[in-house]
C-alpha cells in the first residue's frame, strides 16, 4: 500500500511540475575580483539557454540567504546578462545563492570572499565621540530654550487665543443684537398695509431671534407656551410682565393661523407695543445685571488683594 501510495505521489509531482530551465553560465566578472566580508560588491554574469523577455526582466529574485545581502538586482535580456550587486558576511561561502526567473533559475555562481582583516596598527574599536567642554551645557540650555517656546505655543493657542475668539464672538453677537432692537424699535403699524399675517410672523420671528441672542437659549423652536414660561422660570420677567406678554403672543398666534379674523386692526397696535415693552425690560434688566456682576467682580478682586496683603503681614 505505501509503495502504492509512494507511486502515486511521484507521477503527480511529475505531471504538476513547472517547466523550469536551467541557465547556463558562459562567464562571471567581479568587481572587486576579491570581495571581503562586510564590502559591496558588483557581478556581471553573462547567461544562456532560453531567449530572456520583458517579464523576465521584472520577475527575477534571489534567494534569501544568510550569508549574502542582494542590494539591487538588473537582468540586461539585450545583452543576456544579469548584474547583481551585494554584500557578502561569510567568508567560507564559494558560490552566490541562485536568481529564480518566471520559469528559469540561475545557480552555482562562483565568487571569491576574503575575510576583512584589521590594520595591525589599527586599535581593537573605534573611540567613542567625545563632548567638548561645555557641551552639555549648551544642550540642555537648547532644551530648555526649545520647551519654553513650546510651552509658550502652548499658552498663546489655549488661553490668549480663546480669550480673543471669545472676545470676537461677543462683539459680534451685540452687533447683531444691535440691529434686532432698532429694526424692533423702528417698527410701526403703518407698515402693516394689508398684508397683516406677513407682518406679524416677522416680529415674532425678530423677537424670538433677539432672545435667542441676548439670553443664549433656543427661542427660534419654543412655542409661545414655552417661550412664556421659560421667561418666568428664568426670573428674566414678572409674574403680571409674563402674564401680559402670554396673552398678546397667544393673540398673534391665533391671527396668524387665521383663528381670530375679526377687528384684527385694533389688537395689532396692542401686540406690537407689548413686545417693544418685553424688549426694553430684558435690555434694562440685562444692563443692570452687567454693572451688578463689575461691581461684585472688582469687589471681589479688592478683597482677594486685601487677603493676600493680610496674609504677607502675617508671615512678616
Same mark, same amino acid.
Given at each position: 500500500?505505501?509503495?502504492?501510495?509512494?507511486?502515486?505521489? !511521484?507521477?503527480?509531482?511529475?505531471?504538476?511540475?513547472?517547466?523550469i530551465c536551467q541557465m547556463k553560465?558562459?562567464?562571471?566578472?567581479?568587481?572587486?575580483?576579491?570581495?571581503?566580508?562586510?564590502?559591496?560588491?558588483?557581478?556581471?554574469?553573462?547567461?544562456?539557454?532560453?531567449?530572456?523577455?520583458?517579464?523576465?526582466?521584472?520577475?527575477?529574485?534571489?534567494?534569501?540567504?544568510?550569508?549574502?545581502?542582494?542590494?539591487?538586482?538588473?537582468?540586461?535580456?539585450?545583452?543576456?546578462? !544579469?548584474?547583481?550587486?551585494? &554584500?557578502?558576511?561569510?567568508?567560507?561561502? /564559494?558560490?552566490?545563492?541562485?536568481?529564480?526567473?518566471?520559469? #528559469?533559475?540561475?545557480?552555482?555562481? $562562483? &565568487?571569491?570572499?576574503?575575510?576583512?582583516?584589521?590594520?595591525?596598527?589599527?586599535?581593537?574599536?573605534?573611540?567613542?565621540? +567625545?563632548?567638548?567642554?561645555?557641551?552639555?551645557?549648551?544642550?540642555?540650555?537648547?532644551? #530648555? !530654550? #526649545?520647551?519654553? +517656546?513650546? #510651552?509658550?505655543?502652548?499658552?498663546?493657542?489655549?488661553?490668549?487665543?480663546?480669550? +480673543?475668539?471669545?472676545?470676537?464672538? &461677543?462683539?459680534?453677537?451685540?452687533?447683531?443684537? /444691535?440691529?434686532?432692537?432698532?429694526?424692533?424699535?423702528?417698527?410701526?403699524?403703518?407698515?402693516?398695509?394689508?398684508?397683516?399675517?406677513?407682518?406679524?410672523?416677522?416680529?415674532?420671528? !425678530?423677537?424670538?431671534?433677539?432672545?435667542?441672542?441676548?439670553?443664549?437659549?433656543?427661542?427660534?423652536?419654543?412655542?409661545?407656551?414655552?417661550?412664556?414660561?421659560?421667561?418666568?422660570l428664568d426670573g428674566v420677567l414678572?409674574?403680571?410682565?409674563?402674564?401680559?406678554?402670554? /396673552?398678546?403672543?397667544?393673540?398673534?398666534?391665533?391671527?396668524?393661523?387665521?383663528?381670530?379674523?375679526?377687528?384684527?386692526?385694533?389688537?395689532? $397696535?396692542?401686540?406690537?407695543?407689548?413686545?417693544?415693552?418685553?424688549?426694553?425690560?430684558?435690555?434694562?434688566?440685562?444692563?443692570?445685571?452687567?454693572?451688578?456682576?463689575?461691581?461684585?467682580?472688582?469687589?471681589?478682586?479688592?478683597?482677594?488683594?486685601?487677603?493676600?496683603?493680610?496674609?504677607?503681614?502675617?508671615?512678616n
Open positions: 500500500m505505501r509503495i502504492f501510495l509512494l507511486f502515486l505521489i !511521484l507521477i503527480n509531482s511529475f505531471i504538476f511540475a513547472e517547466d553560465i558562459e562567464s562571471v566578472e567581479y568587481e572587486p575580483e576579491t570581495i571581503r566580508t562586510g564590502e559591496k560588491g558588483f557581478c556581471r554574469i553573462k547567461i544562456s539557454g532560453k531567449k530572456l523577455e520583458a517579464e523576465d526582466a521584472q520577475s527575477i529574485k534571489a534567494k534569501d540567504s544568510i550569508s549574502f545581502e542582494i542590494t539591487d538586482i538588473i537582468l540586461d535580456i539585450s545583452s543576456n546578462e !544579469l548584474l547583481v550587486w551585494f &554584500v557578502p558576511f561569510n567568508p567560507l561561502e /564559494k558560490y552566490l545563492p541562485p536568481f529564480k526567473g518566471r520559469d #528559469f533559475i540561475i545557480k552555482n555562481i $562562483p &565568487v571569491n570572499i576574503k575575510a576583512y582583516a584589521k590594520p595591525a596598527d589599527s586599535p581593537p574599536n573605534p573611540p567613542g565621540a +567625545v563632548l567638548l567642554p561645555g557641551t552639555r551645557l549648551m544642550l540642555g540650555f537648547f532644551f #530648555f !530654550l #526649545f520647551s519654553f +517656546v513650546i #510651552f509658550l505655543l502652548y499658552f498663546v493657542k489655549k488661553y490668549y487665543y480663546t480669550k +480673543v475668539k471669545r472676545k470676537i464672538h &461677543v462683539v459680534s453677537n451685540e452687533i447683531e443684537i /444691535k440691529k434686532i432692537l432698532f429694526k424692533i424699535r423702528n417698527l410701526s403699524v403703518k407698515d402693516i398695509n394689508s398684508d397683516y399675517k406677513s407682518f406679524l410672523a416677522g416680529l415674532s420671528i !425678530l423677537f424670538r431671534r433677539y432672545l435667542e441672542k441676548r439670553l443664549d437659549n433656543p427661542f427660534m423652536s419654543f412655542t409661545s407656551s414655552e417661550l412664556n414660561q421659560k421667561l418666568l414678572s409674574s403680571s410682565e409674563g402674564e401680559s406678554l402670554k /396673552k398678546d403672543l397667544f393673540l398673534l398666534d391665533k391671527i396668524r393661523f387665521s383663528k381670530q379674523t375679526k377687528s384684527v386692526n385694533k389688537y395689532i $397696535p396692542g401686540i406690537v407695543f407689548t413686545l417693544k415693552k418685553t424688549v426694553e425690560i430684558i435690555e434694562k434688566n440685562f444692563k443692570k445685571r452687567n454693572r451688578e456682576d463689575k461691581k461684585e467682580s472688582k469687589k471681589h478682586f479688592k478683597k482677594s488683594g486685601r487677603d493676600f496683603l493680610s496674609g504677607e503681614a502675617c508671615d
